[in-house]
């Protein structure tokens, strides 16, 4: 799954008025939620029930390898890379999301912006699905925010503050 290796990539904010062009250098990483699932518990599946195979664990938890998910997953490095192009949105839990649109279905990618230490800032895609019946909840308000706005107040540790509801 190198296609997911973690890369740096440089955004630039375009000079505006009188403030002067900005750049952000990033640490782009992704989260095993992007080609993996969780158990479905509409379908009651059990980790007893599930391929031995298609397991797939980390320091922190155990997941189930998703061929859909690993599939879309190769769109993930170009999105980030253009995430400063495109309509991005609070989740209103400290994270945000952007939509992809794949085969007239809407690609939810989640995402979460920190620092990362000598000067880098860090986009963490944390999980990318497109909404099904596996996944009946509802999709966060999309209430906008630039994703200039979201890595300028990371890196001058100001809180981006949620939107009102």
Partial sequence: ?????????????????DKQEKHYAFIIAFGLHCFS???????QETWQTVEEGLIY???????????????????LPEIAKQIDHRSCFHTGKGNFFT????????YEVY????????????LFIESAYIRDKQHASSQPQKKK????????HIQSNKPIKPPPK
């Fill in 99 to 106: 939509i992809e649109i794949s085969n007239q279905q809407e």
């Fill in 145 to 152: 925010i630039s994703f200039f706005v979201i890595a300028h």
């Fill in 1 to 17: 799954m190198n296609h997911l290796d973690e890369f740096h990539w440089e955004f630039t904010q375009p000079a505006i008025h």
């Fill in 37 to 43: 699932r969780g158990l479905n518990s509409h379908a």
């Fill in 57 to 75: 664990s980390d320091s922190r938890e155990q997941r189930i390898f998703c061929f859909s998910r690993y599939q879309l997953s190769f769109l």
């Fill in 111 to 122: 995402f979460k912006v920190s620092k990362s230490g000598k000067g880098l800032l860090r």
